[in-house]
């Protein structure tokens, strides 16, 4: 049985914003490039589209050849698919921008000799870096790609000496090839390399390396601390201020600053797995042993749509949800997708709505941030200044409702309207306006939008 909180109403007195790593800054993005997906082969651009504008693309490098040294013969892999025709070109044609993650795939530690099959292809990976960017990049006839990443998560298993060797080699091929090419960096964090994620300090702060990137790329989840019971991969809500989701994200800007001040920071995977009870009655292995459970379905729309809000707030330049589909598989990872069997889950509609709601407008500060309390943050449309929007919501995982008394309102309230979670859309509210700048409304842990026209302030 589900349990709502229902507080008092309570007034909120909104005179300074918190501050922003980015202040109120025209060059922060829209939302519409801000928002990304990750894809494969089987995305399906004519839905996501209705999501984001941004995907990326796991495109491993065995698929390309047999081994390191192979022909090149780009855009044709090995297995006959037509990286131009089936996939990146339709991508294309439907309006995304594509970022490609080059994967090692089994040419990385999967392969208990992979060391072997690098040695002495310094100027292979040269090449193919050369090719890859000199087929698909954006100076070219297609325009397919315009970014690159050099390995997906290649962590402390993969050996750091060579990896720099190759990441040299390969990002130099990749500057020859196409200038505008922007090259990322694997998956990478400040402090001590992991499993998944090589270290900034050791792998990416050498002058060499640092001249030849232009984004630093980190992957990350809301994941609970260590507990006798529960799985190691067990999510929270973004804003719980136990994990460490957002400081691995704070970390990264701190080092950017410090280190590479041009560079821009890209969350290239963040997500929740949301599966059904069907799926969940039948878990095997791991994940039944270690007691795996993934977020509800309508969580899984909250986290991704607050996650974003939250990642707006910082100094980063786009963030790529995890994933695009999944097959109702009660696993890590395997219950990630914003469809469930291409049929759209609650969160692709959550998505779609903030697309749709926000995509030309851009953060400008956050009015309010209270711990387990209530967030609001405040857009800006790009090109119409006047129209603002407040997005407020309770960060919180425990169905809490709350109502509230805003005050400061920035202009005539024009429309307010709860966080779609179904085709129907989103769900419209009742927000009383109280006098010429203030509005009291109840809030939900999914964000209500409030649309402004500073013009009739």
């Not at 790593?21 to 399906?44: A, E, R, V, Y």
């Not at 505008?180 to 300090?201: F, N, R």
């Not at 019971?229 to 809500?237: A, K, L, M």
Request: glycine content about 6%; hydrophobic content about 35%; proline content about 5%.
């Amino acid at each position: 049985m589900e349990l709502k909180s229902r507080l008092p109403a309570i007034a909120l007195l909104i005179c300074l914003p918190v501050c922003l790593s980015h202040g109120d800054n025209p060059s922060k993005p829209l939302m519409k490039d801000f928002i990304g997906i990750n894809g494969h082969f089987q995305f399906k651009p004519s839905l996501y589209r209705q999501t984001c504008r941004l995907v990326r693309n796991y495109h491993n490098m065995d698929w390309d050849v047999k081994q390191p040294g192979g022909q090149l013969t780009f855009p044709i892999c090995r297995n006959q698919v037509d990286w131009e025709k089936h996939v990146y070109g339709q991508w294309v044609e439907h309006g995304f921008e594509v970022d490609l993650c080059a994967q090692f795939g089994s040419f990385g530690t999967n392969n208990k000799d992979y060391t072997r099959l690098w040695h002495g292809q310094e100027e292979w990976i040269y090449k193919y870096g050369y090719e890859m960017a000199r087929h698909f990049g954006p100076s070219g006839e297609k325009k397919l790609v315009t970014s690159i990443e050099i390995g997906n998560e290649p962590g402390n298993g993969f050996d750091d000496t060579l990896y720099r060797k190759l990441f040299l080699q390969m990002a130099k091929g990749i500057r020859e090839g196409d200038p505008q090419m922007k090259i990322v960096t694997a998956t990478a964090h400040s402090g001590p390399a992991d499993k998944y994620s090589k270290s900034l300090e050791e792998t990416f702060a050498s002058p060499e390396i640092m001249a030849l990137y232009d984004v630093i790329n980190v992957h990350v989840y809301a994941i609970k601390p260590a507990k006798t019971g529960q799985s190691p991969w067990e999510r929270s809500y973004p804003e719980d201020p136990l994990l460490d989701y957002l400081k691995i994200v704070d970390a990264a800007i701190a080092f950017r600053d410090q280190k590479a001040a041009k560079k821009q920071v890209w969350i290239t995977e963040f997500g929740y797995d949301s599966c059904t009870s069907a799926a969940m009655s039948k878990r095997e292995g791991w994940a039944e042993k270690l007691n795996w459970s993934g977020v509800t379905d309508t969580q899984q729309a909250q986290y991704i749509v607050r996650s974003l809000l939250c990642f707006a707030e910082r100094d980063i330049t786009r963030a790529y949800i995890y994933y695009f589909n999944d097959n109702d598989e009660a696993s890590v990872h395997a219950a990630s997708g914003l469809t469930r069997n291409f049929q759209p889950k609650p969160s692709f509609w959550a998505v779609k709505h903030l697309y749709e709601t926000l995509g030309e407008y851009r953060l400008i500060r956050v009015v309010l941030k209270q711990t387990d309390n209530l967030y609001v943050h405040e857009f800006q449309h790009g090109s119409s200044g006047n129209l603002h929007c407040w997005v407020v919501w309770s960060p919180t995982a425990s169905n809490r409702e709350q109502m509230i008394t805003l005050r400061n309102a920035p202009g005539k309230l024009l429309r307010a309207e709860r966080m779609a979670l179904n085709k129907s859309g989103a769900e419209k509210i009742n927000a009383q306006s109280l006098g010429a700048d203030a509005i009291q409304l109840l809030t939900t842990e999914s964000p209500s939008y409030l649309m402004f026209d500073k013009t009739h302030q």
